[in-house]
């Protein structure tokens, strides 16, 4: 059986390359019917085929295409399986980009399926098994395709629409486990249908329940045109340890449990110089020469600028014992702390003191190596923002004016927006429903 990929661009929706394979089949092929790593749910019938010959495809990764230029990461694509001459015609396919769950497609009486697929990376592969009119499996047929860099998403923003998000860690706020995002639509509001960006947690096999009692930041912590997500733990059997997780660039649930999808910074990496590890942990500036974010927290009482040395996971802990909190003391375990970054890499960090509502912004929070300070320009927003109160504050320019401002997430699985002009005002937007898709 011949077995045809076209492959082209959904939008353009011209033929841009084409591919066929001819694999005869053989009593070898046919006994692989039975792999293991063969998609499930699916049986064999020799005996009510034509002839009694299941499709045959060529053996895994004896096929490669580059069709480089013709796609783009995070850009639905459109490709048409074609049956070529000969062999029997099969009644569907079944198909998987980059290891993920296999998916069905219904042939045409000539054998013909389209299907539409997202490449997530620079080198993407496609796996492909037909399916004969009794339901017998077919040898898999790959494709490996290059894809061109997507668009630069903005800071913040997971979905790829160009407004900034919300995630938020759940087993706690009212929320189950995993990363919640929600999608913000750019003044104030969020999307009807939260996302969980962590079906497989770290990918350490334990689910969506591995990201309970983690902190999460948000940035190009792997270098690419995605956001991507900072998993990091406080506290419990995973002190100090932070995951990254590379970001899709259209909201979807990121695979971490799929080889390249996750970065693991073993405990230890992020804490001080007296081995203190990180009890907060946020976003930070990052540099024209190096777009991975820096990150800024507290340890040991101190708070701590860990600086990227322009290399997913490389961070160095820099200290600044004598950084004053706002109110000029060194109780910084008073303080809780949110920090996001504009599009040109400039830091606000807010500061919240939960006892007495006190509200401050640090704007174009900068580090120098040399001297090992930060300097900042400081505005006092509040003196009673939520005194006393249990919510989370999670920083982003949540309108889209280059200033950032604030989400107040609170214990039932809301959001407040807080919006923050230049000169300091801030103001409270309605309440957001955080929903979990059904």
């Not at 492959?7 to 390359?17: D, M, Q, W």
């Not at 961070?315 to 599009?343: E, F, H, I, K, V």
Request: net charge negative.
């Amino acid at each position: 059986m011949t077995v045809t990929f076209f492959l082209r661009t959904a939008l353009a929706g011209a033929v841009a390359t084409a591919l066929a394979v001819t694999a005869a089949p053989t009593s070898a092929e046919a006994a692989r019917n039975h792999r293991p790593d063969r998609p499930t749910g699916l049986t064999t019938s020799p005996a009510t085929d034509c002839a009694a010959t299941p499709p045959s495809f060529a053996p895994d990764g004896d096929v490669s295409l580059h069709a480089d230029g013709t796609t783009k990461i995070g850009k639905p694509v459109e490709i048409v399986i074609a049956k070529g001459a000969g062999g029997v015609v099969p009644t569907g396919y079944r198909y998987s980009l980059n290891r993920s769950e296999h998916r069905a497609a219904t042939a045409d009486t000539e054998g013909r399926a389209t299907i539409t697929v997202t490449p997530q990376r620079f080198l993407n592969t496609l796996e492909v098994y037909g399916l004969s009119p009794a339901g017998n499996i077919g040898d898999s047929t790959t494709i490996t395709f290059n894809s061109d860099a997507g668009d630069l998403a903005d800071e913040g923003d997971l979905t790829g629409d160009g407004h900034t998000d919300l995630a938020v860690v759940g087993g706690a706020n009212g929320l189950s486990s995993g990363l919640w995002l929600a999608a913000g639509n750019g003044s104030g509001g969020l999307g009807a249908n939260a996302v969980n960006l962590t079906p497989a947690g770290i990918g350490a096999g334990g689910g969506p329940a591995e990201v309970d009692g983690a902190q999460v930041v948000t940035g190009r912590f792997t270098g690419g045109t995605f956001q991507d997500v900072l998993i990091y733990y406080p506290a419990g059997d995973r002190a100090g340890m932070a995951a990254i997780l590379r970001g899709n660039g259209d909201g979807s649930p990121i695979r971490a449990d799929i080889s390249g999808n996750a970065v693991y910074l073993p405990a230890g990496l992020l804490s001080d110089n007296r081995g203190n590890d990180p009890v907060q942990l946020v976003r930070a500036a990052h540099t024209a020469d190096n777009v991975l974010p820096d990150l800024i927290g507290i340890a040991g009482n101190r708070l701590t600028y860990i600086a990227n040395s322009g290399f997913t996971g490389g961070y160095l802990s820099r200290p600044l014992p004598q950084q004053t909190t706002p109110t000029g003391d060194l109780a910084w375990n008073t303080w809780t702390l949110a920090g996001t970054a504009t599009a040109d890499g400039r830091a606000t960090l807010f500061l919240w003191q939960k006892t007495t509502g006190q509200l401050y912004a640090w704007r174009d929070v900068t580090f120098d190596p040399a001297t090992k300070t930060i300097s900042y320009t400081e505005q006092h927003l509040s003196d009673s923002w939520y005194p006393a109160q249990s919510i989370t504050p999670s920083a982003a320019d949540i309108n889209g004016d280059d200033v950032a401002d604030l989400w107040a997430v609170g214990p039932t699985a809301t959001a407040t927006p807080w919006t923050v002009t230049p000169s300091g005002t801030i103001t409270a937007g309605p309440a957001q429903p955080i929903t979990p898709a059904p």
